[in-house]
């Protein structure tokens, strides 16, 4: 199950927590940015689509 399958079904202030513990977790593999995080890590891309899954999120509000 990807990030963005996981926070799906959550409300929208529990995706954002869900989806800063996913980042504080990468970030302490790597660094302190996500600057020198590799493009080919996989849980970049995760962290990447669960992000534009809550732009989405907020455009159906509209």
């Known amino acids: 199950m990807t990030l963005?399958?996981?926070i799906a079904p959550l409300p929208r202030k529990e995706r954002f927590k869900v989806i800063d513990t996913f980042r504080k977790h990468l970030l302490a593999d790597y660094?302190?940015?996500l600057m020198v995080v590799p493009?080919?890590?996989p849980r970049?891309?995760?962290l990447q689509e669960?992000?534009?899954s809550l732009d989405k999120s907020q455009?159906?509000?509209f």
């Open 44 to 46: 970049l891309k995760e």
């Open 50 to 52: 669960a992000n534009q």
């Open 31 to 33: 660094g302190k940015t």
């Open 59 to 61: 455009m159906d509000l």
């Open 39 to 41: 493009d080919d890590e």
């Open 4 to 6: 963005d399958e996981e």
